[in-house]
């Protein structure tokens, strides 16, 4: 089991920053692939961007530019930097966990993002 607690939302103005982070329980930690994800009212939830095992990343083309997620596997937490918000980015945004090719899929309580114009 791996347990992930969200932290770092709030209400920000358009063009500035926030900073999620997203820690997690576990000793393989170092094993999973890390994604932040976000819902939006009345919309599906979607991918915002993903980091692998090694390293290796994958943002939304809404996001490229602007976001950054990074991993410190010592600290088993990912981060999520988010630059120059749009009120569009308004989301619960969600950590979530996952070895692909296994069954091992966890998700955190997720944390509001509000950016107002």
């Known amino acids: 089991q791996v347990q992930l607690v969200e932290s770092g939302g709030g209400l920000v103005q358009a063009g500035g920053s926030l900073r999620l982070s997203c820690a997690a329980s576990g000793r393989i930690f170092r094993l999973y692939t890390m994604g932040w994800y976000r819902q939006a009212p009345g919309k599906q939830r979607e991918l915002v961007a993903t980091?692998?095992?090694?390293?290796?990343?994958n943002n939304a083309d809404s996001v490229k530019g602007r976001f950054t997620i990074s991993r410190e596997n010592a600290k088993n937490t990912v981060v999520l930097q988010m630059n120059s918000l749009k009120p569009e980015d308004t989301a619960v945004y969600y950590c979530?966990?996952?070895?692909?090719?296994?069954?091992?899929?966890?998700w955190g309580q997720g944390t509001q993002v509000t950016v107002s114009s």
């Open positions: 980091i692998t095992s090694d390293g290796g990343t």
């Open positions: 979530r966990a996952g070895i692909p090719g296994t069954v091992q899929n966890y």
